[in-house]
């Protein structure tokens, strides 16, 4: 195994500290493989060096990034603290001597109060299924014992947060060129902050609640580059910093952003991260980069980031784009994506289009294969608008937005119907297998029919990157194969431009330069110890 460590913290702890460096773990190289069993190591000794927890609050993602390996470093942090048992015995076993050569303290004797929120965001809840492939069959059982409290809490962006600060009006006009005048609002789910160091009681003897912040580092269409404070301000935030943020880089650009670990949108988060998160949690972050292997295929750990501060996050961007950015020499006139069983909606199957579109031709065509597509938005009152505006191009969708009341409340509904058009520069055959010809097409997409699709664009049979295929007249025919779009970001270098401040080309270009005023529906009421409008909601409509 390849692996470069940092040489100041590479995960090595000092016997007898409660506070470990802000940079525990930095190992990682385009080369790299870790193991399970190293992962488990470095988290070991990393939560052994944390000192023991009473209440530990644990936020990954959900299934979409299943391939994050967010849900086994969960599972291992469930079994160090003891709450579940080791799945795997002979790993454990293995760790457990690993643990003890390097002289790390033992696992705590008693078990904390461990709760999971997965970082839905907009997305739908997990299933008990999902729980189970993502997580394992311990975790996965205690969400039906009833002699256990489920650890698992569903979280609801409209419902279940509370706003702790504001980033400056200033910051949101910079990141939208003059077209929002707002403070943006930093929000969390309320479990999460009720964990903040002040509502602990300093004379315990007791360390204060312990947050873990775990997921993968990959080129974003919004953030640039996703996960850290994303998971949390984004991940468990509120109805109006998700919509707001959302909308920031749709106006910003995707170009200027996808690829990017800095840009104005992340400079928002950080500044609401460094005020308000790193002052008043005891926050930690698990990152991973995720890779496939080059003579198996197989998706793989190339690189392990814990840490507590942007420092981690960075090291984990500049690996990220050696292994996620693939930079090709031309422009496919034809790509096709295949799209698993992650994706059921084209919220988040339109990866597809955003992790493609800096590298597919004028006048091409994106194939997508999503054989467990059927719907559009993972939220239901989303997909509404979704089917009521569809994918028609940004001058159609901004020209919907100034006079419809109910997409200015839902910017983030506005963003993705932005992100997921071609602007008419390609063209998007949608191949869904639980969507009518009918649906597809009324939200502005080329209807495609799977099962014809699959006999000509075999995804079981077909390489990643350049293929090539005979059409029935006799000619070949070049395209371009994806596997799985959350895995990279695609580009050619005339699309992808280095200086992220210039002025070139993007396909949101024609975004309206006016001035917008966004609302704040006066006949709302807050739910319980609300700090803002991130956890209101409509009242009934008694019409």
Not at 132 to 140: I, N, P, R, V, Y
Not at 468 to 479: C, L, N, P, S, V
């Amino acid at each position: 195994m390849t692996s470069n460590e940092n040489n100041k913290n590479n995960g090595t702890t000092a016997s007898n500290t409660t506070q470990p460096p802000s940079l525990f773990c930095s190992i990682g190289s385009p080369e790299t493989s870790l193991s399970n069993e190293t992962v488990q190591q470095k988290v070991n000794e990393f939560l052994s060096a944390l000192g023991p927890r009473r209440d530990v609050l644990i936020l990954p993602p959900d299934f979409t990034r299943f391939h994050s390996q967010a849900g086994m470093i969960t599972r291992f942090v469930s079994e160090y603290y003891n709450f579940t048992k080791p799945e795997n015995p002979t790993t454990s076993t293995a760790n457990t001597a690993a643990a003890a050569a390097s002289s790390s303290p033992s696992p705590p004797a008693s078990v904390p109060k461990l709760q999971i929120i997965p970082a839905l965001g907009t997305h739908a809840p997990m299933t008990h299924s999902q729980i189970d492939l993502m997580f394992g069959k311990e975790l996965a059982s205690k969400t039906n014992d009833p002699d256990v409290e489920n650890p698992f809490v569903v979280h609801n962006w409209r419902d279940d947060v509370v706003t702790i600060g504001y980033a400056p009006a200033t910051m949101v006009s910079e990141a939208t060129y003059g077209m929002v005048h707002e403070p943006w609002p930093a929000q969390l789910n309320k479990l999460v902050w009720e964990r903040r160091k002040d509502n602990h009681d300093a004379s315990s003897s007791d360390l204060p609640p312990l947050v873990l912040s775990i997921g993968q580092v990959v080129p974003h269409e919004v953030m640039g580059m996703a996960n850290f404070n994303k998971n949390l301000f984004v991940g468990v935030g509120g109805v109006e910093a998700i919509n707001l943020s959302h909308f920031i880089g749709a106006v910003h650009g995707m170009e200027k952003l996808m690829g990017r670990g800095q840009n104005p949108l992340r400079s928002i988060l950080n500044y609401a991260s460094e005020t308000f998160l790193q002052t008043n949690l005891d926050l930690w972050y698990i990152l991973t980069v995720m890779g496939t292997n080059d003579k198996t295929g197989e998706v793989e750990i190339k690189g392990l980031y814990i840490g507590r501060d942007e420092e981690c996050y960075n090291l984990a961007c500049d690996l990220s784009l050696k292994v996620n950015f693939n930079l090709l020499e031309k422009s496919p006139k034809k790509m096709v994506v295949y799209l698993n069983e992650e994706y059921h909606s084209t919220w988040l199957g339109n990866k597809s289009i955003y992790r493609t579109r800096m590298a597919i031709d004028d006048g091409g065509e994106l194939v997508v294969l999503a054989p467990s597509v059927e719907m559009f938005g993972e939220d239901g009152h989303i997909d509404e608008l979704i089917r009521k505006v569809g994918y028609v191009g940004t001058p159609k969708i901004m020209e919907e937005m100034g006079k419809d009341e109910d997409l200015k409340n839902n910017l983030s509904a506005v963003a993705h119907l932005i992100h997921g058009s071609s602007e008419g520069r390609f063209e998007v055959t949608y191949c869904p297998g639980k969507l009518t010809r009918e649906e597809v097409e009324g939200v502005g997409f080329k209807y495609g029919d799977l099962e014809e699709m699959k006999r000509i664009y075999d995804y079981e049979s077909l390489k990643d990157g350049w293929n090539t295929r005979i059409t029935e007249d006799g000619e070949e025919e070049e395209f371009y194969f994806i596997s799985n779009p959350a895995l990279g970001l695609w580009a050619v270098p005339s699309r992808f431009v280095d200086d992220a401040s210039a002025d070139h080309h993007r396909d949101n270009h024609v975004i309206a330069n006016n001035e917008i005023s966004l609302p704040r529906a006066k006949d709302q009421k807050p739910i319980d110890i609300s700090g803002g409008v991130g956890g209101w909601k409509l009242p009934p409509n008694n019409d």
